[in-house]
């Protein structure tokens, strides 16, 4: 197997979600199986649904997960159809779901699925192989315009106008294959003194990777089907590793847990406008400095709970 995948901030978020014997918890983002691990543990008289959208992750986890129980149904699926596959597995109501968003540790180490600026491979960055759009295409065949605005939306990075410019320059000799020479490409754009702190690649690997997996675009309308899911007591909890995902699911949470504010200040406030859901914490989890020592990854990351109270 290769590398394995530390799981983030893996206590907090399993005992966020407030797991029962006889619950039903959906963990949106399978991975290396190291969540759904927990939660089968716990939910002996329960179930497990898990979705992810890489086959081999998949294989990996099925086998991890029939150790513990046979409670569990994995589901090959992007999270944006979590609604509609558990209806058709006749799941209409849920008592926690999780995501712990982003690529796991073995996406990126695989040096064939071109997610890593380290290490050379044919640009891909897909988590899953059967899209059709892959990093080679968003690099050859977008516009430098479009190119330049993945890569400041996607990946805030300064130099954005510059390194779409090169990028077309280059390829208009020749297309663009692998990582490696997309870097070397990134690199002639950056000037030396800002090259010193973070690797000049780093932002615009992560805006092609969010490009090519939609990654953005998925997380409200997801996350919007996981709260009509869910019992009164149930929660969803969710892991972000960037600020870009870390506001979208704030800003959700911030909308659906709001007093409407016609009637923001009444002594008592009509029961009908109550908000459905409330924040079990105000302010993200972030990992202690014991994790932090342990794995470079969950660096950036940050939990946030919600509850449906009603
Ligand atoms: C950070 S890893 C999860 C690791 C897992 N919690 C563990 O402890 O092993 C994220 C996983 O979610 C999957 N994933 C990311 N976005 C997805 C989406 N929109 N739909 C389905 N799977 C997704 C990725 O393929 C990856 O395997």
Redesign the pocket.
Known sequence: MKER?I??L?EESISSLNIKEDSTIV??????????SKILAKVKKGFLFA????SE?IEY?TNRLSKIGANFTIIK????NLKEKLNELGVEKVDGV?Y?????SP?LDDSTRGFSYHEDARLDMR??RENPLSAYEVVNNYSKEDLARIFYRYGEDKFSNNIAKKIVEYRAKKPIETTLELVEIIKTAVPMKFRKDKHPARQIFQAIRIEV?K?LD?IEP?LEQALSMLKIGGRVAVIT?HSLEDRLVKNYFKKVTNIDEKVKGLPNIPEEYLPNFKLVINKAIEPSQEELNNNQRARSAKLRVIERIK
């Open positions: 995948h799981s983030v893996l963990d949106c983002t399978l991975g290396y199986g190291g969540h759904s979705f992810d959208q890489d992750a986890s699926s992007n999270f944006v999780l712990d968003l982003g690529v796991s996406q988590m899953d997996n990654e998925v997801s590793f």
